[in-house]
Structure formats: C-alpha cells, structure tokens
C-alpha cells in the first residue's frame, strides 16, 4: 500500500547485516533494512538505552538471549521502537516513539500520513 503511493519503507535496526536480513527474509517483509552497526543513528535521535546488568543477567541466564551475537561484541543496547514518515524535503509529517515495543504507530495512520504528502 504504502509503495503504490509512492513512498518507500526503510528500516533502521541495531543488528548485523547478516541477522537484519536473515529477519527480513524469514518473515518476509518488503522494507529495506539498514543496519547501524555503530548505534550512531539510535544515540543522535536519543531512540536507544543500554540494557542494565541485571537485566542483561536474565536475558543470558533465563532467556538465552545474547544481544552481542546479533548486535556484535560489547552492543547490549536496544532501540526505542519509532515510526517516522518523511517528506521528500526530510521534514518528519507523522511519528511515534515508545520505549514500550508493543505500542507501535498504527499503520492506517502511517498511511494518512503518506496520503497527506503525496496530496500537497
């Protein structure tokens, strides 16, 4: 939908080349997806958190997560999921920010948002 109006979806994610499209593939979303491998782009939009000890101690001991495997060595930081769209002009129209991973942007409001500069 968001495509045939002219617009491009683009993601940003904290993981490895390899672990964003083996993601991407897996689920089969059509979205490019770059990788920051640095956390360069999460740290100047302030969309980032280092995770605490104790909680990267439940992620190892309990959960059986390792951020560093898909992040790379010493990257246990997570981003703060966020929605923009983005003119032409790189002026942001619509956006959402929740450090809550379950609270997303709606997309029928995402689609608004495209409708509304495709129609300017």
Do not use: C
């Amino acid at each position: 939908m968001i495509r045939s109006l002219g617009a491009d979806l683009v993601a940003i994610s904290p993981e490895l080349p390899d672990n964003t499209l083996t993601m991407a593939e897996k689920h089969g979303i059509p979205i490019d997806i770059l990788s920051d491998t640095t956390s360069e782009v999460m740290k100047m939009y302030r969309l980032w958190f280092a995770v605490p000890a104790e909680v990267k101690a439940l992620y190892l001991e309990k959960y059986g997560i390792n951020l560093e495997k898909y992040n790379g060595a010493g990257r246990w930081e997570l981003p703060v999921p966020a929605t923009y769209v983005v003119d032409r002009n790189g002026f942001v129209r619509a956006g959402r920010a929740d450090p809550d991973y379950t609270t997303r942007m709606e997309p029928a409001d995402v689609v608004e948002a495209v409708r509304g500069i495709t129609a300017i």
